[in-house]
DNA sequence: TCCAAGACTTGACTCATTCCAGACCAGTGG
DNA sequence: CCACTGGTCTGGAATGAGTCAAGTCTTGGA
């Protein structure tokens, strides 16, 4: 884990950012369970806390991704999710019936086809690749 | 290309699809400026046509989505964008500055870096590869 | 302890998209 | 050539995600 949740307060500090009961709970619920949508992080952190607002809830996740402590990730047709996983450059699988999301590592560390041959003037800073499919559990409710 | 636009009523009774004024107007929309948002088609399909409705143009770009006489695509933070390049399977660089989108050939013909390594159970369908960086124009005005 | 900068609340608002009911028209059968 | 049927279009309202502004509260350095 990137993510020493023993002690969020000084990683909050460490990023530069002032630390609220707001964004802890923030952060907990982000890192417990990744990937889930804004609503859901909402939730999760009023449980802890009590109340919350929801632009508030925004604002921590806008501060939190412009630091690179989370990242964004917006598969098309769902709402943003957000995950604490940054390190690395891994990518995503998408299930096209529940939009479950699942983390895939890179299978080929450098990403060396994710090149495009022909970039049309663009200046090239990151890839993403997304994968379409049908998740293990929606397969198997599906099938036989 | 995929679409001859000679004879898209035609094209559209091929894909089972009535043909309309409408529906004529938003698909040379679509041909005629790839990538461009619903809005924008709208505005287009509007200027053959005179007057159309913002959901009569979803619903028809719908409709062309589900037998594939259209392509999708989504970049995050950005609305919804259509085109009618649907044979190959090329992939998009978007501009983080502008929000351009441009296409880009799939290196690597059947794409062998794109089958992941660990699919957690997921049955992959297709995979999706979205560059990200800065189109030649804003790099033209930015820099220097 | 005090204070200024920054964070949170509330509530209204935007924007893309969808839904609904009813009017309308393309294409099929007579 | 005409009438019918169901798919298509209109207008308006609704939804859901996210943003914005103004005022109040809190954090952390002095």
Redesign the interface.
């Known amino acids: 884990m990137s993510l020493p949740t023993s002690d969020p307060t000084a990683l909050l500090r460490g990023y530069g950012l002032r630390v609220t009961a707001a964004r802890l709970a923030v952060l907990s619920a982000v890192a417990g369970q990744p990937h889930a949508p804004a609503d859901e992080i909402a939730t999760a952190a009023r449980e802890h806390l009590g109340a919350l607002s929801t632009a508030a809830v925004y604002e921590v996740l806008n501060a939190f991704t412009e630091v690179g402590l989370v990242r964004?990730?917006?598969p098309?047709?769902s709402p943003?999710r957000y995950e604490t996983r940054t390190a690395d450059n891994h990518?995503h699988?998408v299930?096209?019936q529940c939009g479950a999301v699942?983390?895939?590592?890179c299978?080929?560390g450098h990403?060396?086809?994710?090149?495009?041959?022909?970039?049309?003037?663009?200046?090239?800073?990151?890839?993403?690749?997304?994968?379409?499919?049908?998740?293990?559990t929606c397969?198997d409710s599906t099938s036989s």
């Open positions: 964004r990730i917006e098309a047709g943003a990518h699988a299930c096209r699942s983390d895939i590592d299978a080929v990403a060396p086809c994710l090149e495009p041959s022909n970039a049309n003037g663009f200046v090239i800073e990151q890839a993403e690749v997304t994968w379409w499919g049908i998740c293990a397969n």
